[in-house]
Nanobody, 127 residues
Framework: VQLQASGGGLVQIGGSLRLSCAASGRALNTYGVAWFRQTPGKEREFVAAITRSGSVSYYADSVKGRFSISRDNGKNTVTLQMNSLKSEDTAVYYC?????????????????????WGQGTLVTVSS
């Protein structure tokens, strides 16, 4: 499976970006999907996740109410809509997928027992 993360870029504080994670090589509907982010010198942190069916989503407290994760299994794509961006949202964002039945509790540790990771896309929020 290959994951292609895209949509990053430079945006002003308060602006919006939409990140996409496109999978190839295998159907995405058998995987939970999560977004993580990382800045230099810091550990990777969980941002948002969504279950295989898309019926349940999880968010870090820092992005709750501003970010929204969704998936289109027909297009093998997961999207992270990021609104009201803040300077502290600046990071490299990674998507990851997992077939583990226990990925939920691992999210807060910056993991989901991922089977695959995307290459990352840089989001820079600046004034």
């Amino acid at each position: 499976v290959q994951l292609q993360a895209s949509g990053g870029g430079l945006v002003q504080i308060g602006g919006s970006l939409r990140l996409s994670c496109a999978a190839s090589g295998r159907a995405l509907n058998t995987y939970g999907v999560a977004w993580f982010r990382q800045t230099p010198g810091k550990e990777r942190e969980f941002v948002a996740a969504i279950t295989r069916s898309g019926s349940v989503s999880y968010y870090a407290d820092s992005v709750k109410g501003r970010f929204s994760i969704s998936r289109d299994n027909g297009k093998n794509t997961v999207t992270l809509q990021m609104n009201s961006l803040k300077s502290e949202d600046t990071a490299v964002y990674y998507c990851a997928i997992s077939q583990s039945s226990n990925w939920g509790p691992a999210l807060t540790r910056g993991s989901m027992y991922a089977d695959y990771w995307g290459q990352g896309t840089l989001v820079t929020v600046s004034s």
